[in-house]
């Protein structure tokens, strides 16, 4: 669905403003020191292990980074959230986010320490640009954003939040709780922006929700010959699996639905008294979602017999939301990934941004820069060759939606 954002952009940014494109041009032109900079950054923190629910080393280091660049009230919330803001405007803020933790392929070294690999222009590492990539062009927007000349400009404050549990079954944690905090202050923000990646041609401004579930039959079991009559929970399963398949649409993309991992039994020769499965939902359209996440319910129930016992365990649930590419946001990133010489790409992915357009604020997700792969294994790899391109990009659409009445 498309949401009417409760407060935000009332008309497209003023980059036609002389000035604006001006004062633009000047302070977000990021130079090779600049960039080099941004590089160091993104291999020290990617060396410091945070797998989700596990991110306060890396936590720390972004927070003295952050007040190093000369942050306001720069501190560690509830959650583990890294809250900084810059700029004494009065309107509604602009924020920031950046998640702090990475998936790791086989758990996080013992030591705490991440080996960062060069090969040439490449670098390979576990979360080297998903989202230590990210967490670098924070640093350097909060150097930016911390100059002088930039400061005074700034017509309404400026939020950056490296975030915790963005990942898997972190379930968006730390977006969730700012969000929730900001919403208790009677704070509405203007608009939000993910910093989530590498890339710099990308918008996401179409949210992949989710819905991620474990199904759990229970039965008392017994010898496959002489209890060959009692109800199999696996059977029971296999019969779910196979409806389930037939459930959602993976070329509409509204709404996917897969069985992602199974398990039971106790021996080659019994009937099981414990199975599971689990599924995991994902979609563009609430509404479909939540339709097939009732249709799945209803199968559970329609599937146990009476001599077994189900349960249904939610391992996550994350809220979709989309942008008209019309919308004045996406009209700016569109612009300032047209300034750097880029084609602009539209695109849906689940991130940070995902919490603030379920609530009707403005919101997207864009790279910051350079390009990679192998996301979420031990394999993953960034090339920063053209780096600087991506960390202009957003420097550009930040400034200019920072000093924007």
Not at 21 to 38: D, P
Request: a neutral charge; charged letters at 20%; aromatic letters at 4%.
């Amino acid at each position: 669905m498309v949401l009417r954002p409760r407060v935000g952009l009332r008309s497209s940014p003023s980059t036609n403003n002389k000035w604006t494109t001006t004062w633009v041009n000047t302070y977000a032109a990021v130079t090779s020191t600049q960039q080099t900079w941004a590089l160091e950054q993104q291999v020290s923190l990617a060396a410091v292990a945070a797998p989700t629910g596990n991110e306060g080393p890396r936590a720390r280091a972004m927070q003295q980074g952050l007040q190093q660049a000369g942050a306001r009230a720069c501190h560690l919330d509830a959650v583990g959230n890294v809250c900084a803001s810059f700029g004494e405007g009065k309107d509604a803020p602009l924020v920031c986010l950046a998640h702090l933790d990475t998936v790791y392929d086989a758990g996080p070294p013992q030591d705490g320490v991440v080996a960062v690999h060069r090969h040439a222009t490449r670098l390979r590492a576990p979360g080297i640009g998903d989202n230590s990539r990210g967490l670098a062009a924070m640093l350097l927007l909060a150097r930016v954003l911390g100059l002088p000349d930039v400061r005074t400009q700034l017509r309404r404050p400026v939020h950056l939040v490296a975030t915790v549990s963005e990942e898997g079954e972190g379930n968006l944690r730390g977006a969730r709780a700012w969000f929730d905090a900001a919403e208790q202050r009677g704070v509405v923000p203007y608009a939000a922006v993910a910093i989530d990646g590498p890339g710099d041609e990308s918008i996401v401004h179409h949210a992949v929700g989710s819905h991620r579930l474990r199904v759990t039959v229970h039965g008392d079991g017994g010898h496959s010959w002489v209890h060959a009559d009692a109800a199999n929970p696996i059977h029971v399963l296999g019969e779910f699996i196979a409806r389930v398949s037939r459930l959602g649409d993976a070329r509409r993309r509204d709404a996917v639905v897969h069985v992602t991992r199974m398990q039971g039994g106790e021996s080659l020769t019994g009937i099981p008294q414990r199975a599971w499965v689990d599924v995991d939902l994902r979609g563009t359209s609430a509404a479909r979602i939540d339709a097939v996440r009732r249709e799945l319910m209803r199968l559970v129930q329609q599937l146990t017999p009476p001599t077994l016992r189900a349960s249904v365990t939610i391992h996550g649930d994350r809220p979709a939301g989309s942008l008209d590419d019309a919308h004045p946001l996406v009209d700016a990133a569109r612009r300032a990934t047209e300034a750097v010489g880029v084609t602009p790409r539209s695109a849906s992915a689940s991130t940070d941004a995902n919490i603030p357009l379920s609530r009707g604020i403005p919101a997207i997700a864009i790279g910051a820069g350079g390009c990679g792969g192998g996301a979420h294994t031990s394999e993953e790899w960034y090339d920063d060759t053209t780096g600087a391109r991506g960390l202009t990009r957003l420097l550009r659409l930040v400034l200019d939606l920072a000093v924007t009445a």
